[in-house]
């Protein structure tokens, strides 16, 4: 059997040109996320509930007696 060819790692002949990839650039801005609080409940209102409140000179009359 004859030797086989030998291959020297040298090619001859013009340079085979890869095909370029398109480069493709990628890039993250900047990301804003808020949060909306809701309103704090507020407790309802009775319409007589100022005429409850006894002030402090009505207090002050009623432990003195007078």
Request: net charge positive.
């Amino acid at each position: 059997m004859p030797p086989g060819p030998v291959y020297s790692g040298v090619t001859t002949g013009p340079p085979v040109r890869q095909p370029r990839r398109p480069t493709v650039h990628i890039s993250i801005g900047r990301i804003e996320i808020r949060a909306q609080q809701p309103e704090p409940a507020k407790p309802p209102r009775t319409n007589g509930s100022r005429r409850d409140v006894l002030e402090l000179d009505d207090y002050l009359r009623t432990r003195k007696g007078g």
